[in-house]
C-alpha cells in the first residue's frame, strides 16, 4: 500500500525554467510534508517542508504547494539550475505513538539541462 | 559542523554472514532512525530510537536484523545470516524531538549479499 505516490519517475527541464514536481497522498493523518533531494552516493538531504494546515510554502527557489482536498503536493523549482539535477523524494510525516513516522514515495530525476 | 556518519559504506558478504554497520548522528540529536532503500523506492522506515530506547520496529525488521544505540549516541545495526534480498542502501538518520518530521540522513551503508 503505497500512502506516497510520485508517478513520474523522472522530468527533464530546459536550465531557467520552471521544474513542477508532483505528489499525490492517501492518508488524512499525514500532518508535515517534505522534499528531499538526493544525489548518487549521498543520503537525502532535507530541503523544504509544509505544515497540513497551510497552503503554501516558499524558500528561496524553492515552493512547495499543499492542496489537502486534492491530497496532493507539488514542488516548485525557478528557475531550474544544473545542480538541482538530482532525485526528488516526497515524504509525509504523520504522528504516531508518540513521534514523527515519515513515509517516502519512489522519487522523481530531475535532469536540469544547460 | 558534522552531520550524520555511517560505517562503513560498502560492504560486500558472503550469504549466510553476519554484518554490523554503524551510525554516528549529529551530536545534539535524540531520535535516531534506520531506513532501507532499494533500487527504485525511496526509503522504507526499519526502526526508531528516542535516546537509548528503541521505540518502534517496522514489519520490515525480522529477527535476524538487530538495532541497539546503547548510550543513547551511537548506533548499530546487525543482520544476522544475510540473505540475497538483504542488498540494499541502509540509511541512518537523526533529528531533534521538537522537530521529528525533519530527519537529517547519513550516506547509508550499500549492502551487496553475494
Known amino acids: 500500500d503505497q500512502q506516497v505516490k510520485q508517478n513520474s519517475p523522472s522530468l527533464s527541464v530546459q536550465e531557467g525554467r520552471i521544474s513542477i514536481l508532483n505528489c499525490d497522498y492517501t492518508?488524512?493523518?499525514?500532518?508535515?510534508f517534505l522534499w528531499y533531494k538526493k544525489y548518487p552516493a549521498e543520503g537525502p538531504t532535507f530541503l523544504i517542508s509544509?505544515?497540513?494546515?497551510?497552503d503554501k510554502n516558499e524558500d528561496g527557489r524553492f515552493t512547495v504547494f499543499l492542496n489537502k482536498s486534492a491530497k496532493h503536493l507539488s514542488l516548485h523549482i525557478v528557475p531550474s539550475q544544473p545542480g538541482d539535477s538530482a532525485v526528488y523524494f516526497c515524504?509525509?510525516?504523520?504522528?504516531?505513538?508518540?513521534?514523527?513516522?515519515?513515509?517516502f514515495g519512489t522519487g522523481t530525476k530531475l535532469q536540469v539541462i544547460p | 559542523d558534522t552531520g550524520v556518519s555511517q560505517n562503513p559504506r560498502h560492504k560486500i558478504t558472503k550469504r549466510g554472514q553476519n554484518v554490523t554497520f554503524r551510525c554516528d548522528p549529529i551530536?545534539?540529536?535524540?531520535?535516531l532512525y534506520w531506513y532501507r532503500q532499494t533500487l527504485g523506492q525511496g526509503p522504507e522506515f526499519l526502526t526508531y530510537?528516542?535516546?537509548?530506547?528503541?521505540?518502534?520496529k517496522s514489519r520490515l525488521l525480522s529477527d535476524r536484523f538487530s538495532a541497539e544505540r546503547p548510550k543513547g549516541s551511537f548506533s548499530t545495526l546487525e543482520i544476522q545470516r544475510t540473505e540475497q534480498g538483504d542488498s540494499a542502501m541502509y540509511l541512518c538518520?537523526?533529528?531533534?524531538?521538537?522537530?521529528?518530521?525533519?530527519?537529517?540522513f547519513g550516506p547509508g551503508t550499500r549492502l551487496t549479499v553475494t
Open positions: 538518520a537523526s533529528s531533534l524531538s521538537s522537530s521529528s518530521y525533519e530527519q537529517y
Open positions: 492518508n488524512s493523518m499525514f500532518d508535515y
Open positions: 509544509i505544515s497540513s494546515i497551510k
Open positions: 515524504a509525509a510525516s504523520a504522528r504516531v505513538r508518540g513521534y514523527q513516522k515519515v513515509t
Open positions: 551530536s545534539e540529536h535524540n531520535r
Open positions: 530510537f528516542q535516546n537509548e530506547a528503541q521505540l518502534e
